[in-house]
């Protein structure tokens, strides 16, 4: 395998779906009778929250780790990431057998540092800044000759996250409709890639906080956007789109909904409750926006890809 | 079919798995890497949190309540509980066309009420103590003529949770242990037949909380024992063991587990957070008594039943 240096095409989604296979679980897609009957349609709920570290980003973890060449790996891996990436990439080094440099701030949540720890990689404290968090990766990847692993403005990495989608579309062919949460892209880029590929006629679209809605946004206006606020429940969808992952959503995805944080909240109260499963509040947006929109959905046949389940059980909003 | 009336044999429990496969999901069955890790040996988790009405409770009640003829089917179906069965019993009437008469202490968790409800019971109040329910629920059943469907002491009942056991030992058929938790006595003595039929040479071991351990004293004495005290959050496994059930779990049951409270919390938590799949916590209490007896599962293939999801999410114990 070699690195992706343009929007990868739909044979490479399959040799990198086929690739990671070995590192990732096959996800099960669950659907709840309960929220079918709210909605009015029928949901297909893709359950990365059992994905290997809890979450769909070790399939992009593993598709840029298996790319590097010899000689580049054995230098190792290193990203900057307070969540669930960092996991992600210092699983990926641990099975490789290469070391993991991760950049982390401060004030990350000690569950998040104690995951990354327990995969064996060595953790490098910043202040909790973004220059802070570049910097000080760019002092330990001049220092180490590490890899830097993007945690989603990276070819190889949203050929990655597209495997969820070529999961969903290979076990339910016939949606009408699939939904990805957005932060900084990775996962919508490469689902928007998979569906459009498979079954053009399938429409994509993106769930987003209203408080930090800059793919909204950018969407619009057709650059990347900045957020105002930071401050939503849903911590994996805090950052913004970056060049390629725009671009690619620019292509393929129809729209981005947003959703209040009480509908956030609610929504994950309600998959929690009726279908027994532990999701973040990221992959709550989804069904956030179904449930204020449901219009759209009702009567059609929707797959919503729910992105992971690392959650502070001593800390939730209900 | 026609109601049982010995403890039933291999035929009887697969015709009922049969017969109660439209009312019930086929529940998947689960592992951990890190889990299995902590044990050393291999847990197979069998997901009755997934089950319809989120407990397996809905295996008996469908058993029972597809026993009855056409004539005593008509008057509908009774039962006291304030836990799963109730919700158990209320479907299984919505789903065959019948009343669901539902007798529930005054200080019922409403959730509980509501769900109930939910399925179209009708709800008769009582004040909270075994006499009232049993007063209340004979008033009940003389003035509509509704057929009492017993929660576990009832061998309809018992041949409906053994469905469980006879799936998870069809998935996973080289099991050396099962285990499930010990209330009143109908899942563990259900899953105790079929695993005897499939398979004598698999280690039956029930669960029990420390607290309420008079399944654990009723297997050494051999008659029924009391409880000095019900107050375990393991709240589904407060009841003593029946007649019916005990008979059966003293032929083929080798051993009933303790745990205490603090350890069934932990165990509750660690699949929360490492399964990312909600469970009740009289369910955690077989994976409390395998972490506080290692050496009996190191190297083993142990099946435990997950027996029930239904968790009022606004009062946990972490």
Chains 1, 2 share one sequence.
């Not at 769930?207 to 956007?225: F, M, T």
């Amino acid at each position: 395998m070699k690195p992706l240096l343009s929007i990868p095409n739909l044979a490479e989604l399959k040799f990198t779906q086929d690739a990671i296979k070995t590192m990732i679980h096959r996800t099960p897609v669950l659907t709840n009778q309960y929220l079918n009957e709210l909605v009015g349609g029928s949901i297909y709920f893709k359950c990365e929250n059992f994905q290997k570290v809890g979450a769909f980003k070790m399939r992009g973890a593993a598709s840029a780790s298996l790319r590097l060449n010899t000689d580049t790996m054995k230098n190792g891996i290193a990203t900057h990431s307070s969540g669930n990436h960092a996991q992600a990439v210092a699983r990926a080094a641990q099975v490789l057998g290469i070391p993991a440099y991760i950049v982390m701030p401060k004030n990350a949540p000690e569950i998040k540092v104690e995951g990354t720890r327990s995969y064996g990689a060595e953790i490098i404290f910043c202040e909790p800044t973004q220059n802070a968090r570049e910097t000080t990766l760019a002092e330990v990847v001049s220092k180490t000759g590490a890899h830097f692993i993007h945690p989603y403005d990276n070819y190889d990495v949203i050929a990655g996250q597209a495997s969820a989608a070529l999961e969903l579309l290979e076990d339910f062919p016939s949606l009408d409709i699939v939904m990805a949460p957005v932060g900084g892209g990775g996962l919508l880029s490469g689902t928007a890639l998979a569906v459009h590929y498979l079954n053009p006629n399938i429409i994509v679209l993106g769930a987003e906080p209203k408080r930090v809605d800059d793919a909204y946004r950018s969407l619009k206006s057709g650059q990347i956007e900045q957020n105002q606020r930071t401050d939503t429940i849903a911590d994996g969808l805090r950052t913004t789109l970056g060049e390629l992952t725009l671009d690619i959503i620019k292509r393929h995805v129809t729209e981005i909904l947003t959703a209040e944080e009480d509908e956030i909240i609610q929504a994950m109260r309600l998959i929690w409750e009726r279908m027994k499963i532990i999701i973040e509040p990221s992959c709550a947006v989804p069904l956030a926006t179904i449930l204020a929109n449901k219009e759209t959905f009702r009567g059609k046949k929707t797959g919503v890809i729910l992105t992971g389940g690392n959650v502070d059980l001593g800390n939730l909003p209900f």
